[in-house]
């Protein structure tokens, strides 16, 4: 409680101070069709309908949401945006990794200025989750398997009772509004994670993401790239074909769509810079292996299987 009703809280004056601009405000859009819409339209995001509407539904229950599935499947990039979609406001980002803890996320104290005038208001420095409560913004919570069970036990708690306790100030932060979600992501074959908890599981409402059909892959990469060099349709058929055989190769780094676009975009450069006005297939062929082959061991696979779907020698290292 403030002595002074008209004065303003001051970590509520910290958090607009040092957040308001970076999670900027938007119309919201809550309707899943339309959300379809904007998604493709400003985002360049091809999302299942049903994908909105189970996640809108699950904020409108006070469900987290876990976007579970293999990298490259448009996890962090759909959930950003139905977050932003959701929220009406650009959504805070929390990359996991094992020493995360609530004072990375939640708030802590700045050395100096506590020594000198203690724990208090005035020392203390709101985190990105507290300032989304605040501010009545999404967090996306990335590759939550990589944290420990204790972080992910706090993110529940705040998440189910829709408050921050911080002990220090002997205050309780309350959410204002429903723009206050969590959405999590998870790729369960990443070696570097710890298990989810059952407490965990039985909390989230799990959406699975798989690498999408190959029309609908066609569309994002068409989406996502320049009109000019013009890639033929037959360059995207070879692109497509190559990543659908190194997805079920040996590959260690499997490509998802990311790997897709980026194959296409280099190409073009490659086009661009020999004086083409298309992408040649050499300019395909050539982009290939400084693209997807994210390891030395790699290469090997990555060269016999484009040198398969282009007909031509293994590509040369």
């Not at 609908?216 to 989406?223: D, G, K, N, S, Y």
């Not at 990543?243 to 190769?249: A, D």
Request: contains cysteine; proline residues 7%.
């Amino acid at each position: 409680m403030r002595e002074n009703p008209g004065e303003r809280d001051p970590i509520e004056a910290k958090v607009h101070e040092i957040y308001a601009d970076v999670a900027k405000p938007r119309r919201p859009v809550r309707d899943p069709r339309a959300a379809v819409e904007v998604l493709e339209r400003e985002f360049k995001l091809i999302v299942d309908e049903r994908i909105v509407a189970l996640t809108y539904a699950a904020f409108m229950n006070g469900r987290p949401v876990l976007f579970e599935g293999p990298p490259g499947t448009g996890k962090t990039e759909i959930g950003e945006a139905l977050l932003e979609l959701w929220a009406g406001r650009k959504p805070f980002l929390l990359p996991c990794s094992e020493n995360y803890d609530e004072y990375k996320v939640i708030g802590d104290f700045h050395p100096l200025i506590a020594m000198q005038k203690g724990f208090n208001e005035e020392s203390f420095i709101p985190r990105p989750l507290l300032a989304a409560l605040i501010l009545d913004a999404g967090v996306l919570v990335d590759e939550i398997r990589r944290s420990n069970e204790d972080f992910q036990n706090m993110l529940l708690d705040v998440v189910d009772k829709r408050r921050i306790v911080v002990p220090e100030l002997k205050r309780v932060f309350h959410a204002r509004g429903p723009g206050f979600q969590v959405v999590f992501t998870s790729n369960p074959e990443d070696i570097a994670q710890n298990d989810l908890s059952d407490a965990f599981l039985r909390r989230v409402v799990r959406i699975p993401f798989t690498y999408p059909p190959r029309e609908v892959e066609a569309r994002i990469i068409r989406l996502r790239i320049e009109e000019n060099p013009r890639l033929d349709s037959n360059a995207m058929n070879l692109i497509l074909e190559a990543i659908s055989k190194l997805r079920k190769s040996g590959l260690a780094h499997k490509p998802g769509t990311a790997e897709a676009v980026a194959w296409a975009r280099m190409a073009q450069a490659l086009a661009r810079l020999r004086g083409r006005s298309s992408v040649a297939l050499q300019d395909v062929y050539d982009a290939a292996l400084s693209v997807l082959a994210k390891r030395v061991e790699d290469e090997e696979i990555v060269s016999s299987v484009v040198g398969e779907v282009f007909h031509i020698a293994p590509l040369q290292r």
